[in-house]
């Protein structure tokens, strides 16, 4: 059974920091690419990065460059998401995808706010 589950959301202040981990099972993990992906109140998901299956090659959303950071660790089967500089605009519910498969976490809440 596949399960893609995410966790270090939280509330935050401007400014400040999270990692947020998604951690893999029921599939290879290490042979396909991940993504990151979040969504606002009343807006769409949106793609925030992307990782190739090695870990190589990374790939952002405009608003999240330089000050995210998208890397897995395939020996422990997770993937996480350093997000520094937050915003309010960050604010959403951010969610784990496995784009061959059309796999999909259950989210975790991120709320930026002073």
């Known amino acids: 059974q596949v399960q893609l589950v995410e966790s270090g959301g939280g509330l935050v202040q401007p400014g400040g920091s999270l990692r947020l981990s998604c951690e893999a099972s029921?599939?290879?993990?290490?042979?396909?690419?991940m993504n990151w992906y979040r969504q606002a109140p009343g807006k769409d998901r949106d793609l925030v990065a992307s990782?190739?299956?090695?870990?190589?090659?990374?790939d952002y959303g405009e608003s999240v460059k330089g000050r995210f950071t998208i890397s897995r660790n395939n020996n422990m089967n997770t993937m996480y998401l350093q997000m520094n500089s937050l915003k309010s605009e960050d604010t959403a519910v951010y969610y784990c995808?496995?784009?061959?498969?059309?796999?999909w976490g259950q989210g975790t809440q991120v709320t930026v706010s002073s």
């Open positions: 990782i190739s299956s090695t870990g190589r090659s990374t």
């Open positions: 029921g599939f290879i993990f290490r042979n396909y690419p």
């Open positions: 995808n496995a784009p061959r498969q059309g796999f």
